[in-house]
């Protein structure tokens, strides 16, 4: 059975919700038990299941901070969705191993999210523009001083 697309958005914006509020048990609450989280990139590879991708966000809560997403654009499918938003923050941590040293920042994120028939995301992937973040965030021997 298929889950409506207002069903899929009202799911995505509490996920996005608990993050802008590092709320990591929220977040973790929205996700399937045997989640897939992929964030392409990260160190670890896929994890799976809600314990696995706990340690993803606590980090990225400890290195991002302030965040706010705009969502640019959402395409529903069947039990799916892909959001194209823009993340705008500061940087207190190393976000994606950088040191962000409490600047500004902001990066487009591009997420394709499946959906269990209940509700829950079954599948999160997410693609982070890191060339936006190596760029605002450069680094170099004085900055590092």
């Known amino acids: 059975m ?4 207002a069903e899929m958005d009202r799911k995505i914006d509490a996920h996005f919700g608990f993050e802008a509020r590092d709320d990591v048990e ?3 609450a929205t996700l399937a038990p045997d989640v897939e989280h992929d964030v392409v990139g990260w160190p670890t590879g896929p994890a799976h299941g809600r314990a696995a991708a706990r340690p993803f966000y606590e980090t990225l809560f400890a290195d991002l901070a302030d965040g706010e997403v705009t969502c640019l654009r959402r395409y529903h499918g069947s039990n799916f969705l892909v959001d194209e938003s823009l993340w705008r923050g500061t940087a207190p941590g190393r976000p994606f191993g950088i040191e962000g040293r409490g600047r500004p920042l902001e990066f487009c ?19 982070v523009d890191l060339a936006a973040v190596i760029a605002q965030l450069p680094q170099t021997e004085d900055a590092a001083a």
């Open 2 to 5: 298929a889950i409506t697309p």
């Open 26 to 28: 929220g977040v973790l």
């Open 109 to 127: 994120l591009l997420h394709v999210i499946e959906f269990s028939e209940g509700g829950d995301i079954s599948r999160e992937n997410v693609w």
